[in-house]
């Protein structure tokens, strides 16, 4: 019974890494449009936030991370400025609390500036 508890969280948490990039990717596409659509604006943020579920259940420190910088550029591409910064605030808090690469934490301050 263990085997397949163990076979099922497997199979879960390749699956959850798979769609976290696969999101990631479509967010990252439709980002780095110069113009984009109210259509395709919504489906930016529900991409980026769809990554971030993914990673926050199968990621680790640095997945989540490079998640929230995606979420802090999306909600400054869409206007919504407060909500990027609040993103970029939790990838800084990442990267200074889990000894992550600092590269990270510069993006982020790239979107808070």
Request: charged fraction near 20%; charge should be positive; hydrophobic fraction near 55%.
């Amino acid at each position: 019974m263990i085997a397949i508890n163990a076979r099922h969280t497997e199979a879960m948490t390749f699956c959850h890494r798979m769609h976290a990039a696969e999101a990631f990717h479509a967010a990252w596409v439709l980002w780095q449009r110069p113009f984009r659509s109210c259509e395709q604006q919504r489906d930016m943020l529900i991409a980026a936030h769809a990554c971030a579920e993914h990673w926050a259940m199968a990621g680790d420190h640095e997945d989540r991370a490079r998640a929230e910088l995606l979420l802090a550029r999306v909600h400054l591409a869409v206007g919504q400025i407060a909500v990027a910064c609040i993103h970029a605030r939790r990838v800084i808090r990442l990267v200074s609390t889990k000894r992550l690469d600092p590269a990270i934490a510069i993006e982020a301050y790239r979107a808070l500036a």
